[in-house]
Every structure is written in structure tokens, then in C-alpha cells.
T-cell receptor, first 113, second 112 residues
């Protein structure tokens, strides 16, 4: 598999428990945020996004929370499953209308059976 | 199904060689991007293109070149001037600004 996750922080969670993955973003002017999931040897997949005029958004088994005061983003995964094992990273869009995102380094999620 | 395709999945380059990584999308997206991924680092932008026949340097463009002759295609050439090319290369596309990317499956380039 790919070596992209060699030096990443790791979160180990029991199957069925909830997972919380955190991300600190850098620019207070960022107005759009995305969480991606990357499995070994594959490209990142979009999970959920949120705009800066919201503080919470829910998807299927996932919730993203945005705290603009402390520039913090979190991804909550309910009832974590083995298929959730991957590297998760956030991305921020510093300015509306630009194509350029800033990506976090990621967190490796390991689901324990 | 619409998507973005990168090829090859694995590529080996000898010292002094140029190699070209392919990226094709059939999503009708205007913008395309090339990123480099190294262990323990976030994705770093190499080049991006907002429309056909136009592209811009990203944060680490030295040693790389691109072209955008067709909307669907955005090939990346890793030249011999790139001193540390071993990495995982990701191509992405987006419909318009402030939309999320669709990523390809990546190309692992190794210098031998």
C-alpha cells in the first residue's frame, strides 16, 4: 500500500463506537471546509462539507462541526465500522472563488474488531 | 459512470528522464489540478488549470510542466529538473470555485 500515512497521528476505535477526528485550520477567512477519506493506495474521497455560515452539518453516519472562534473542525463518525479504517483529512478554502485549498496532514483511523 | 482516471498506477523513472502522468476526466469540470502527496505532509499544489489552454503554477511547480489542450485532459510531466520526484501524485477536478474536488486514484512515481 501507499506510504502516505507513515507519520500520521492515529486514532484507534472499537468497532461500533463513535469516532471523533479533529482538525485545526489556519485561516480565519476560510469560508468552505471539506472532509476527505483516503484508503491505502487510493485517491481521497469526499465525505462531507460545510460552509462558514453553519456550525453543524449531518450526513449519513457522519457529522461535521465547525467552531470558527477557535478555528477548529471536527468529523464525527457514528457506529464506526471496519470499512471506516482510512486516513481522514480536512481541507479549507481560504477565499471564496478561488480554486486553491489548504489540506491538513490527516489522521489515521484504525477500527478494532 | 463519470469520473477521473489517472494512469499509470505505478511509474518508475531513471535519473535524468522525463516522465508524463496522465489525467483524464469525463465530468465536464472546468478546473483541474495536480497535487503531490508525501508522508506526513498535506497535499501540495503543483499546477492548476481553470480553463482550456490556461494553467497556473501552484506552490511547488519547479521541475514540473503541464498542458491543457483539451477540457478532459491535464497531463503532468515530471522533468529531470525535479530533484526529489518520488511521491504519490494526485489529479483532481472541480466544477467551479468553492466546490469540492473529485480526485483520481493516484500515480505512485519512484526514481530508480
Amino acid at each position: 500500500g501507499e506510504s502516505v500515512g507513515l507519520h500520521l497521528p492515529t486514532l484507534s476505535v472499537q468497532e461500533g463506537d463513535n469516532s471523533i477526528i479533529n482538525c485545526a485550520y489556519s485561516n480565519s477567512a476560510s469560508d468552505y471546509f471539506i472532509w476527505y477519506k483516503q484508503e491505502s493506495g487510493k485517491g481521497p474521497q469526499f465525505i462531507i462539507d460545510i460552509r462558514s455560515n453553519m456550525d453543524k452539518r449531518q450526513g449519513q453516519r457522519v457529522t461535521v462541526l465547525l467552531n470558527k472562534t477557535v478555528k477548529h473542525l471536527s468529523l464525527q463518525i457514528a457506529a464506526t465500522q471496519p470499512g471506516d479504517s482510512a486516513v481522514y483529512f480536512c481541507a479549507e478554502s481560504p477565499t471564496s472563488g478561488t480554486y486553491k485549498y489548504i489540506f491538513g496532514t490527516g489522521t489515521r483511523l484504525k477500527v478494532l474488531a | 459512470d463519470g469520473g477521473i482516471t489517472q494512469s499509470p498506477k505505478y511509474l518508475f523513472r531513471k535519473e535524468g528522464q522525463n516522465v508524463t502522468l496522465s489525467c483524464e476526466q469525463n465530468l465536464n469540470h472546468d478546473a483541474m489540478y495536480w497535487y503531490r502527496q508525501d508522508p506526513g505532509q498535506g497535499l501540495r499544489l503543483i499546477y492548476y488549470s481553470q480553463i482550456v489552454n490556461d494553467f497556473q503554477k501552484g506552490d511547488i511547480a519547479e521541475g514540473y510542466s503541464v498542458s491543457r489542450e483539451k477540457k478532459e485532459s491535464f497531463p503532468l510531466t515530471v522533468t529531470s529538473a525535479q530533484k526529489n520526484p518520488t511521491a504519490f501524485y494526485l489529479c483532481a477536478s472541480s466544477l467551479r470555485p468553492s466546490y469540492g474536488y473529485t480526485f483520481g486514484s493516484g500515480t505512485r512515481l519512484t526514481v530508480v
